[in-house]
């Protein structure tokens, strides 16, 4: 065979059963050193974390280039796939040829082989995927998302597309990004002085959705079991660790299914991706723990042999009452619990996952089931360690007059949610839901401290995406 005919390989599909074979790879230098009469490359091609190393012979007709080439060059490498001789790595490619595609120049290319801080990492966030950090992080990424459409298809339920622009606040918290074709500095006015949607392009003020959970109830009562897997939008002002202005979320959404049942799908659920993760990941998560948290993988490892326990917020709010700590938020029965809450009650107090349920109606969105108490709804939040809420969700109020009487409660306009009004006039059932944040779950596997790490762009980079103001 000669070199052309060799077919091409990623480097995580190459094995013992490829020996002595010739092979065409491609990829990008991670870094290249000089020995007498050789040069080793080690080359990466995205498909696995330790990549492979090269050997190139002076006698290749194009030497002279190839022993200048720097990290981030871009190469065509023919060769045959031999044991190798060096610690650390059990095959490497004898090369034969070599084509440089694209050269990176040594002193300008940002990427060295010295670490860099993560931080830095953000403001090139062009060329971060091509670290070992980014790579590893981004392939668990894909089989997370992978694992989740699996988990959900094998179980009959159906994927729902909800919008992105709409006109519907689902959580009813006014934190949405408004849409409009208006031009912003001749607003068109009405008598009234308010702004005139008559003339905007959907002809009402419409807004980036925060959540598919509404469509998904549509699609729940007529398909039984459904979920979403898109972006969500929040301009909420929390600039924190693990809050994004755009983020992907997963609702799964089940009729007949009451808040008792949705903890035990949900339980199994996470549990299957920590799984995966495990199984397919061993290389990429060992260089994580070394890096980032030296007990990443027995945490993992912990969540998918410990029970969720479950709590109600009141228990959680008298254990965070007595546990003698000084918190930066004080604790009442009926506050909001904050990060500092949710860690302690799932790392000191349990050392395990907790799903937490029945929270006051008043801190919580408008569609939750009302309890008989009168004070507390059906919501469900799992709390992990290390992170706090990583999945929030509810059984919904499947009643029409109780929804109502709420949503007048909480002084939410009716006409826009008529639709879902009517949903329990005709063919109500009960039914629950859950969101799951992507990136939350993202963190958690990977052990990263920051979100902004684990989404392809963050909004801090100068490309592809919008800077946002404060950072
Ligand atoms: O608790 P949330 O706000 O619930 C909902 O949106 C419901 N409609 C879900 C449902 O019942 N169908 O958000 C759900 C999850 C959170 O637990 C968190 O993991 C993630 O979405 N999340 C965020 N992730 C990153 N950045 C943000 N700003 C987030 N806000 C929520
Ligand atoms: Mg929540």
Not at 153 to 162: E, P, S
Not at 276 to 293: G, I, P
Not at 331 to 338: I, K, M
Request: include cysteine; charge should be negative; charged fraction near 25%.
């Amino acid at each position: 065979m000669t070199v052309s005919q060799s077919e091409t390989y990623r480097i995580a599909d190459l094995g013992q059963s490829l020996l002595n074979r010739k092979i065409h790879l491609r990829g990008w230098v991670r870094t290249r050193r000089g020995s007498k009469g050789f040069s080793f490359i080690q080359l990466n091609d995205g498909s696995n974390l330790s990549g492979l190393q090269i050997i190139a012979d002076e006698k290749l007709e194009n030497y002279e280039e190839i022993s200048k080439l720097s990290t981030g060059a871009a190469l065509e490498v023919w060769g045959t796939l031999v044991e190798s001789q060096g610690r650390g790595q059990d095959f490497e490619l004898q090369s034969e040829q070599i084509l440089i595609r694209g050269t990176a120049p040594g002193e300008e290319y940002p990427l060295q082989k010295k670490g860099h801080t993560l931080e830095f990492l953000r403001d090139i966030a062009h060329l971060r995927p091509r670290t070992n950090t980014l790579g590893a992080v981004f392939r668990i990424r894909n089989t997370l998302s992978q694992a989740i459409h699996r988990f959900f298809q094998d179980r009959g339920f159906l994927y729902v597309h909800t919008p992105i622009i709409t006109a519907n606040d689902a959580e009813g918290a006014g934190e949405m990004f408004h849409v409009t074709s208006l031009d912003l500095e001749q607003l068109p006015k009405t008598k009234a002085g308010k702004v005139d949607y008559d003339q905007d392009f959907f002809g009402t003020d419409v807004s980036l959705t925060v959540s598919g959970q509404l469509g998904a109830e549509v699609f729940a009562l007529a398909f039984t079991n459904v979920y979403t897997f898109g972006p969500t939008f929040r301009a909420e002002n929390s600039n924190t660790a693990r809050h994004l202005a755009e983020f992907w979320m997963i609702e799964p959404e089940m009729a007949f299914m009451d808040l008792q049942g949705m903890l035990v799908l949900t339980e199994e659920f996470l549990r299957e991706l920590l799984k995966e993760c495990l199984d397919r990941h061993e290389e990429d998560l060992a260089f994580l723990q070394k890096m980032y948290d030296q007990e990443l993988i027995s945490g993992l490892k912990h969540i998918c042999d410990t029970p969720f326990e479950t709590l109600t917020y009141t228990e959680a709010v008298k254990i965070l009452e007595n546990s003698g700590k000084s918190f930066e938020f004080p604790v009442e029965w009926g506050c909001d619990l904050q990060s500092e809450h949710e860690r302690y009650l799932s790392e000191v107090h349990l050392g395990g996952p907790l799903n937490l349920i029945d929270y006051p109606k008043d801190i919580k969105a408008f569609y939750m089931k009302q309890n008989p108490d009168g004070k507390t709804v059906a919501a469900m939040d799992v709390l992990f360690p290390r992170l706090g809420e990583i999945v929030g969700g509810s059984q919904r109020e499947d009643d029409g007059e109780s929804l109502l009487h709420l949503m007048r409660e909480k002084g939410l306009p009716e006409e826009t949610y008529q639709w879902y009004l009517e949903l329990r006039r005709f063919g109500t059932a009960p039914h629950s839901g859950f969101g799951l944040g992507l990136e939350r779950l993202v963190q958690f596997v990977t052990g990263m401290k920051n979100i902004r790490d684990v989404i392809p762009f963050p909004s801090s980079s100068p490309a592809p995406v919008a800077t946002m103001k404060k950072n």
